[in-house]
């Protein structure tokens, strides 16, 4: 077994080698966009750079979310390889700074004007210590759901707003053979419905204590507990092959009609759109019923890790194409996500991307905004994974409400 682990390792120590001798102008780029509606957007930002003679040599890690992703970086920083651009997430790339490793990106920050069009919010993520190290892509946003529009015309199943409503449309759905529920049992996946089911039950007050300030006292609360209930409803409206799915096989399931719903940060619409469907035509995409006021995100920013004492040309590039104003319009269109910049005109984007952006800055203004807990932007990731797994162990039946109540409170206590 040690003998085994060792070799595993090593495996691992040299494929990490072999995949990372960039040659120069080239960058290697670190993500996990490798669904059909990701890699199209990706293609956006190869095709940017490479009009600017910079070569892209790809890193992708498969696996919704970045978990997979965020295990292959730390190997590849060990053995002394770090890939040249990381996509990253909200606490993670605080996590990574504070250990020295992102290259200042202040000069171009400085050049660029960063500073005056990015949300505080994304900021927060963006900077350490006041220096910028990363550059905000994009904001997504967790608490949606993805409908078939021709589905539930057939089933006589009107958008529902409200927690009651959204049950009652589920077994309809389930009361007529089809899935109610697209869903892929998987931790971040779990987590992400948890994500709009906690704001729901909760509310903001609720949501901001237990996942952003951890009080122990939210988190061992009767809104937890009813989330935890409510989490349970949704288990009994998943179809039977649901454990391990991938998200997008999961959207996929509602784009064919054989589910009603998805659960889903709008990086699903990706899925729709590279299915050639049109939002309110085929699918709809609304607020998670009891949310409509609310918005919890997360935004995907690249960290540049240091190569040398300063930033490379290659690197600074990279940051830049990914801040123009253009790219960012273009590429939030197909990724399904909104601009990380305020001053990027909506026009492009579809009705559920107006929608998105309209949201977001009402949500900001009024402070309704909030870090998702799923996709690492309310706290760091050992207590997001602390959290995964109670969630997970709850939906898959390991605890009952009360059980998984305390759990939280004892798992979140210990990973701090
Ligand atoms: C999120 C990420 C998105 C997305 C999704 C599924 O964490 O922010 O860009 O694609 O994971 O992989």
């Given at each position: 077994m040690r003998r085994f682990f060792k070799v595993t390792l090593m495996a691992a120590a040299t494929l990490a080698s072999a995949t990372s001798l960039s040659r120069?102008?080239?960058?290697?780029?670190?993500?996990?966009?490798?669904?059909?509606?990701?890699?199209?957007?990706?293609?956006?930002?190869?095709?940017?750079?490479?009009?600017?003679?910079?070569?892209?040599?790809?890193?992708?890690?498969?696996?919704?979310?970045?978990?997979?992703?965020?295990?292959?970086?730390?190997?590849?920083?060990?053995?002394?390889?770090?890939?040249?651009?990381?996509q990253m997430l909200g606490f993670d790339i605080t996590d990574w700074a504070k250990e020295g490793a992102l290259a200042n990106l202040n000069d171009i920050a400085s050049a660029e004007g960063w500073d005056a069009v990015v949300p505080e919010a994304l900021q927060k993520f963006s900077k350490y210590d006041g220096q910028w190290?990363?550059?905000?892509?994009?904001?997504?946003?967790?608490?949606?759901?993805?409908?078939?529009?021709?589905?539930?015309?057939?089933?006589?199943?009107?958008?529902?707003?409200?927690?009651?409503?959204?049950?009652?449309?589920?077994?309809?759905?389930?009361?007529?053979?089809?899935?109610?529920?697209?869903?892929?049992?998987?931790?971040?996946?779990?987590?992400?419905?948890?994500?709009?089911?906690?704001?729901?039950?909760?509310?903001?007050?609720?949501?901001?204590?237990?996942?952003?300030?951890?009080?122990?006292?939210?988190?061992?609360?009767?809104?937890?507990?009813?989330?935890?209930?409510?989490?349970?409803?949704?288990?009994?409206?998943?179809?039977?092959?649901?454990?391990?799915?991938?998200?997008?096989?999961?959207?996929?399931?509602?784009?064919?009609?054989?589910?009603?719903f998805q659960f889903m940060g709008d990086w699903a619409k990706g899925e729709f759109l590279n299915a050639g469907k049109k939002p309110g035509e085929d699918f709809l995409c609304f607020r998670f019923p009891g949310t409509q006021q609310q918005v919890t995100f997360n935004s995907d920013q690249f960290a540049m890790f240091k190569q040398g004492d300063a930033v490379s040309a290659e690197q600074a590039a990279l940051a830049?194409?990914?801040?123009?104003?253009?790219?960012?319009?273009?590429?939030?269109?197909?990724?399904?996500?909104?601009?990380a910049r305020v001053d990027v005109p909506d026009e492009a984007f579809d009705a559920c991307g107006k929608q998105g952006m309209k949201d977001l800055a009402a949500a900001s203004s009024s402070g309704n905004l909030f870090g998702s807990m799923a996709h690492g932007h309310a706290n760091p990731a050992s207590i997001k994974n602390a959290m995964y797994d109670v969630i997970t162990a709850h939906f898959n039946g390991e605890y009952d409400s009360d059980t998984a109540v305390k759990e939280m409170v004892n798992a979140v206590s210990l990973a701090q």
């Amino acid at each position: 077994m040690r003998r085994f682990f060792k070799v595993t390792l090593m495996a691992a120590a040299t494929l990490a080698s072999a995949t990372s001798l960039s040659r120069a102008g080239d960058v290697e780029v670190l993500h996990w966009w490798t669904s059909g509606g990701e890699a199209s957007a990706l293609t956006v930002l190869k095709k940017d750079l490479e009009t600017q003679g910079i070569g892209w040599q790809d890193m992708p890690v498969a696996g919704g979310g970045g978990t997979q992703a965020m295990t292959v970086l730390r190997a590849r920083v060990t053995s002394g390889n770090a890939p040249t651009a990381v996509q990253m997430l909200g606490f993670d790339i605080t996590d990574w700074a504070k250990e020295g490793a992102l290259a200042n990106l202040n000069d171009i920050a400085s050049a660029e004007g960063w500073d005056a069009v990015v949300p505080e919010a994304l900021q927060k993520f963006s900077k350490y210590d006041g220096q910028w190290v990363a550059a905000p892509v994009n904001v997504h946003s967790t608490n949606w759901v993805w409908a078939n529009k021709a589905l539930l015309e057939e089933l006589g199943i009107a958008q529902p707003s409200t927690w009651d409503e959204l049950v009652a449309a589920m077994e309809k759905v389930k009361a007529a053979g089809k899935t109610a529920v697209a869903h892929g049992g998987q931790p971040w996946q779990d987590a992400t419905i948890f994500d709009a089911v906690a704001m729901s039950t909760g509310g903001p007050e609720f949501y901001k204590a237990a996942f952003v300030d951890l009080d122990p006292t939210a988190l061992g609360s009767a809104q937890m507990k009813e989330t935890f209930d409510r989490m349970s409803v949704i288990r009994s409206f998943v179809d039977d092959n649901f454990s391990g799915r991938d998200w997008n096989l999961a959207s996929a399931m509602v784009i064919n009609g054989d589910a009603a719903f998805q659960f889903m940060g709008d990086w699903a619409k990706g899925e729709f759109l590279n299915a050639g469907k049109k939002p309110g035509e085929d699918f709809l995409c609304f607020r998670f019923p009891g949310t409509q006021q609310q918005v919890t995100f997360n935004s995907d920013q690249f960290a540049m890790f240091k190569q040398g004492d300063a930033v490379s040309a290659e690197q600074a590039a990279l940051a830049k194409a990914i801040m123009s104003p253009s790219f960012q319009s273009a590429f939030n269109v197909v990724k399904g996500s909104v601009p990380a910049r305020v001053d990027v005109p909506d026009e492009a984007f579809d009705a559920c991307g107006k929608q998105g952006m309209k949201d977001l800055a009402a949500a900001s203004s009024s402070g309704n905004l909030f870090g998702s807990m799923a996709h690492g932007h309310a706290n760091p990731a050992s207590i997001k994974n602390a959290m995964y797994d109670v969630i997970t162990a709850h939906f898959n039946g390991e605890y009952d409400s009360d059980t998984a109540v305390k759990e939280m409170v004892n798992a979140v206590s210990l990973a701090q």
